[in-house]
């Protein structure tokens, strides 16, 4: 086109030739976002950032069906018509003055134009003569060039991007448009108003512009030598031609390949331009109009398409962050006017609109990644209008925030959708558009709770209050966690962090909040109600629907074992992955089994009632097979790992670093799954983990705040998370289910001792030791629950060492306790400080703090120290064993400095029970129901270990009272551990009850002697099975021993008479056959109970009318074969039996009330013993001598009486014809 030397300045130049070849290789589809890794947000108090990866260059759907690419690049039918652009020589009548110094054009003032942008200058400013590489005969020779051309020209950039200006700024659009221009012919102007300028000419400099612009973008550091136009000039002269149908589809092109190369340079100035010039409010509503055009046309698709990437760049976060600081370094308030011209309501409708667009993934991408910069506009806007409602103490917002909306319209629906896009880099935005408008919502939340509180109006941002959890309800019920495998399975590191921030805002409360990582201490009374569904139970302590989350996370395919493979050290070939990739890893499995072991403790509490709910086995199923899971993909070892991987260890020393945060959720997991399961616990054991994780506890760098919040200390974790494993090794052990019976019992000493080796005692001692202050808030819950994991191990360290028959661990224990001697009189400390704490502070604050789990961890401590054997976690099959320690295992010398040890501490710890009346109000459940079974256990080794002040003590505190009413309710329940515990409780203190004591004390006793008796009379063949036969016959053993020492009570003796002789009457019957030792010194003790309150004479006469003395002539009369060690036991029941026959008797004949067939029954006994006798070598042996006196003194009293009885009933019994014949 050399027909004019206009035309030689064209786009057919050399320039030109580069652009087109380099569009041959990149197509203007593929334009993203800069790789940035985060994208701000910016509020008054200061910059947030949510993890955003833009790039999406490694897309994995093709661009090639993107509406741009197809629009503006490729030659359709459906494309932009392709224009060559030629520059326009402006004609002098357009220039009356010099468009750079401004002189006035005159006869003196000549003008003269530019070779290189045609526009026309005065001499000054346009005095260089440079050699132009045009075609044409007058470029054979040195031109005129403007001082602005000049610079582009001595840098090489002959064809500069100033030859656009000259139509875009020339042409008007109110001005009649006369085409008579000879467009890219000959004619150097034409007769219309524009100077010859045209809107085809426009559009020509538009597509031209793109074009060098794209070329830029694609060699950035060219950036400075081919943009050399001020941006203030620039941007007006593009975004005025964006309001005419004519020229914006070019015009939005160009602004957005402007911002993109803007953004890409960093160069923040054309995006200021946008907001700073006079028409700004305008602008963005012709972009937001482009955003708006209805229909599906290839131009349609492709003018959004711009529009979008165009909207993103200018709500930039860091670009808005600047732009306020910017105006008010001008004036007060002016920056906040500045960026409020974009209408975000508005524009957040219609990228969500547009990311349902299935027709043009580009158009997708951008929508999306636009959202994640409205989101955090929107929130900053909406904390601004929180924050200036705070300072007016208005209820009145000037900004209503979009969340509502975005749920209510069904936006959150929409980009939970996208999640499962086929295209990666749309499900990245989508992601993060999610995780942002989650943490944005939180965020608002407690602003608005922080101006409620303030001046106490509730009514404040109700029309745009919105919860997170309506937001993640959404998520979860579309289904946008499944497709969370393949991104944390990626080899790439950014795209794994996309779907781990993800992943992580759906769950972060169950770690920030203390009650989502409180794990249950006991199964037994932390119930459920019958009936109630796993969606209420969830939703009581206001975190279900984060649970509903992480279910749903450990439910979808595979997520669990990306995880795992995420955090592992091994990582299959893959390579160790980043330590902040990992640490968030080690997050989302922190809270997914926090998760699973609040349910599992909720199933375990449900007990046989869950089999008939159908929602509960479904929960049940699905943490069963995620347990399962995590087992398979090897969680033990990879936690080991945590502790004992170099590559964790030489990353950075301090302990703020992400390796320690990466131990912290470690111990967090460790600590759920061990919860979980004593399979878990186990498998932990083999590692050494246990040690490790005390020592990195001592470690005072880790007693900083954690990434849970200000409220929790990194040491909290792992303290926790030992003690669950000493625990679950304790109730292990109780269980008998270490493998076999015979090899298992070393294990919990193994752990005891590795526990002792690595200073667990002058850890606990030393942080007991330190004073619980309720009035420090920030940190009160947090010591607190450092004071619960510091009692449980305790309570698991003595329990483990009072179940070990070796003694072994109870020395070292006592050993350690010899260099630390604080540890008891600080945890005895500690109840004290509890009670008070329990008695002094309102209902609300213990709901908010653990007060009760405090006080039930407490308890538990105390009563292993005190000598209780078992755990209070499950029930424990009992074989007639007492429940506490036994002492007879131990030597001499142990023997001695034990039950010192002992006596002292039951001692001061019942001294601090009784004080008040605290001790009956805990039982009956005043301080939660999980602490009746600790106080119970706790009184109980008192009882039985402590001295007999401490029975007295226990006896007048009225503890007595509520121990009855527990004794009735466990013994229809079917509980034998906790009857058991609390008949033991009674027939101890029960003695020590005096006259003056409460008669409601006295009634309960004569209660429980009912029950006792009651006892007795169940048949055995009903029990389910043989080891609850066993239970039974021990629970019977029991109660007749209780009763043996509340006979020492005559208050109860006319109880006894009344229910127990007559239960024991028929006990005696079906016992008499069985002659093993444990059962003739249950006999013998029964037998001392009748021989006790026998000696009145109304007694006497009840009892003879129970059918005792048939009862105890059988099993006097009855043949036993016994074994050489049992005969003195048979012996000395045999003489008690005789000896209760004589006195009944001799109580009757004294009254002349005997009935025959008593007298009968003596007979049948006096002779049947005698004859016995008699038949030995002839000398009455000392054993048997007090039985032949009383059998003597019997005859002595039948025949003394011989005139008043029936001698045919007497004589013709077979007994007293043998002992005639003898």
């Known amino acids: 086109n050399n027909n004019n030397n206009n035309n030689n300045n064209s786009s057919n130049g050399p320039n030109a030739t580069r652009r087109n070849n380099n569009q041959t290789k990149w197509k203007y589809g593929s334009s993203n976002p800069p790789p940035t890794a985060t994208s701000s947000f910016s509020s008054s108090s200061g910059i947030h950032t949510f993890p955003i990866t833009p790039s999406i260059t490694n897309s994995s759907s093709s661009h090639n069906d993107d509406m741009s690419t197809k629009y503006y690049t490729q030659n359709t039918s459906s494309s932009i018509q392709q224009l060559d652009f030629n520059v326009v020589k402006v004609p002098d009548r357009l220039r009356p003055a010099c468009p750079s110094c401004d002189t006035i054009f005159s006869l003196s003032k000549r003008r003269h134009h530019c070779r290189v942008c045609e526009d026309v200058f005065c001499d000054a400013c346009s005095s260089r003569r440079v050699m132009l590489p045009f075609d044409g005969e007058q470029y054979s020779k040195p031109v005129r060039v403007c001082d602005t051309c000049n610079i582009d020209v001595e840098a090489g950039n002959f064809y500069s991007m100033r030859r656009y200006l000259t139509p875009l700024q020339l042409f008007d659009g109110d001005e009649d448009d006369y085409d008579d221009y000879d467009y890219g012919g000959g004619g150097g102007g034409g007769s219309n108003a524009n100077g010859g300028v045209t809107t085809t000419h426009v559009q020509a400099a538009l597509s031209a512009l793109s074009q060098d612009l794209e070329a830029v973008l694609l060699d950035s550091t060219s950036f400075s030598e081919k943009v050399t136009i001020p941006a203030d000039i620039l941007v007006p002269a593009i975004s005025r031609y964006l309001q005419s149908d004519e020229t914006s589809d070019r015009a939005i092109r160009a602004l957005s390949t402007l911002l993109a190369l803007g953004s890409v340079v960093s160069d923040h100035t054309f995006v200021t331009a946008v907001y700073t010039q006079p028409e700004a409010k305008s602008v963005f509503d012709d972009i937001l109009k482009l955003l708006e055009w209805s229909g599906s046309s290839t131009k349609t698709l492709a003018v959004q398409e711009q529009a979008a990437r165009t909207l993103f760049y200018l709500t930039d976060a860091k670009v808005i962050a600047e732009l306020i600081e910017m105006g008010e370094a001008r004036t007060h308030g002016w920056g906040h ?25 580009s158009l997708q991408r951008w929508s999306a990644a636009c959202i994640c910069n409205l989101v955090a506009e929107d929130y900053r806007r909406a904390c601004d209008a929180i924050n200036d409602a705070m300072t007016m103490g208005s209820n009145e917002f000037k900004y209503e925030s979009f969340n509502m909306e975005l749920v209510s319209a069904g936006g959150v629906m929409i980009l939970s959708s996208l999640v499962s896009s086929h295209d990666s880099d749309t499900r990245s935005h989508a992601m993060t558009a999610l995780s942002a408008t989650i943490e944005t919502t939180r965020e608002m939340n407690i602003r608005l709770g922080v101006l409620k509180e303030a001046y106490g109006i509730q009514s404040i941002g109700e029309n745009s209050a919105c919860t997170d959890t309506a937001i993640i309800d959404a998520i979860v019920s579309a289904g946008a966690c499944s497709p969370l495998t393949q991104l944390l399975l990626s080899a790439d590191d950014t795209v794994a962090t996309t779907g781990c921030s993800f992943a992580k805002s759906l769950l972060y409360p169950l770690l920030t909040n203390p009650l989502g990582s409180e794990l249950p201490s006991y199964h037994r009374f932390l119930s459920v109600t019958p009936n109630s569904s796993p969606l209420s139970v969830g939703q009581e302590d206001g975190l279900g629907t984060y649970r509903n989350a992480a279910m749903q996370l450990a439910s979808s395919d595979g997520i669990l074992s990306a995880l795992t493979h995420l955090v592992s050290d091994n990582n299959h070939g893959m390579g160790i992955r980043s330590m902040n990739l990992r640490r968030a890893g080690m997050d989302i499995l922190a809270a997914i089994t926090m998760t699973l072991s609040f349910w599992d403790s909720k199933i375990k509490a449900m007990g046989t009632s869950m089999e008939s709910n159908a929602d509960w086995g479904e929960l049940k199923q699905q943490v069963d097979l995620a347990l399962v899971s995590l087992e398979e993909e090897g969680i033990c070892e990879t936690l080991a790992a945590a502790f004992t991987s170099t590559s964790i260890n030489s990353i950075n020393t301090s302990r703020d670093s992400a390796s320690s945060q990466l131990r912290e959720s470690a111990s967090l997991v460790i600590c759920a799954l061990a919860a979980c399961s004593t399979d878990f616990a186990s498998s932990l054991l083999s590692s050494n983990t246990v040690a490790r994780l005390i020592s990195a506890a001592a470690d005072d760098g880790y007693a900083t705040a954690s990434t849970r919040g200000e409220w929790a200390s990194r040491r909290l974790a792992m303290l926790e998370a030992t003690a669950m494993i000493m625990v679950q090794g304790w109730k292990k052990n109780q269980t008998q289910l270490y493998g076999s019976q015979e090899s298992n019992n070393s294990v919990p000493l ?66 350690a306790l010899g260099n630390t001697h604080y540890l008891i009189p600080s945890t005895v400390a500690l109840l004290g400080s509890t009670i008070t704490a329990t008695q002094q502070i309102s209902h609300a604050s213990q709901e908010q703090l653990p007060i009760s789990a405090l006080l039930e961890a407490n308890l538990l401590a105390l009563g292993s120290m005190c000598g209780s054997r078992y755990c209070s976690f499950s029930s424990i099959n009992l074989e007639g064993d007492k429940a506490v320690l036994q002492i007879d295992m131990l030597t001499p010398e142990e023997k001695d400095v034990f039950t010192c040890q002992f006596e002292e501490i039951c001692v001061s710890t019942c001294d601090i029970l009784t004080k008040s009346s605290f001790l009956a109000s805990c039982l009956v459940g005043v301080s939660g129901e999980g602490s009746i079974m600790p106080m119970l256990r706790l009184i109980s080794a008192i009882a039985e270990n402590g001295p007999e002040r401490s029975d007295q003590m226990l006896a007048r505190s009225g503890a007595l009272l509520p121990v009855a009413d527990m004794l009735r309710d466990a013994m229809v329940a079917g509980d034998f551990y906790i009857f058991s515990t609390c008949l033991s409780l009674i027939s101890i203190c029960g003695p020590n009850l005096t006259s003056n004591s409460e008669n409601s004390a006295i009634q309960s006793l004569r209660g429980c002697v009912q029950m006792f008796s009651n006892v007795l009379t169940i048949d055995e063949g009903d029990a389910m099975d043989t080891s609850q036969g066993n239970v039974l016959v021990s629970l019977k053993r029991k109660c007749i021993v209780a009763i043996e020492r509340l006979s020492n009570n005559k208050g109860v003796w006319v109880t006894i008479v009344s229910h127990f002789i007559p239960c024991v009457s028929e006990y005696l019957l079906s016992e008499s056959d069985n002659q093993n030792s444990d059962n003739i010194n249950t006999l013998n003790a029964a037998l001392r109970i009748i021989l006790r309150v026998i000696s009145l004479p109304s007694h006497a006469i009840s009892i003879s009318r129970t059918g005792l003395g048939s009862s105890l002539a059988r099993l006097i009369c009855q043949e036993h074969t016994q074994s050489e060690n049992e005969t003195p036991y048979r012996n000395e029941n045999e003489a008690l039996a005789i000896q209760v026959l004589h006195t009944l008797l001799s109580q009757m004949m004294s009254q002349a009330a005997a009935e025959r067939s008593l007298v009968n029954d003596a007979m049948n006994v006096a002779c049947f013993v005698l004859s016995k006798e008699a038949q030995s070598y002839g000398e009455i042996l000392s054993d048997t001598a007090s039985s032949v006196r009383f059998a003597l003194e019997i005859l002595q009293l039948i025949v003394a009486n011989l005139e008043n009885l029936e001698k045919e009933s007497l004589s013709e019994s077979p007994l007293v014809i043998d002992f005639v014949k003898v």
């Open 750 to 815: 193994e752990l005891l001792l590795e526990s002792l080796d690595a200073g667990i005692i002058p850890l606990i001692s030393r942080l007991i030791d330190s004073r619980l202050d309720l009035n420090d808030q920030e940190n009160v819950y947090g010591d607190i629950r450092l004071k619960i994991s510091l009692c449980h191990i305790i309570g698991a360290l003595f329990g483990i060492g009072q179940c070990d028959e070796t003694n072994i661990g109870f020395s070292r224990i006592f050993e």
């Open 337 to 361: 006017i500045l960026v409020e011209r974009c209408d975000v309501h508005r524009a957040l409708r219609s990228v969500l609109d547009h990311t349902t667009q299935n027709a043009s993934p």
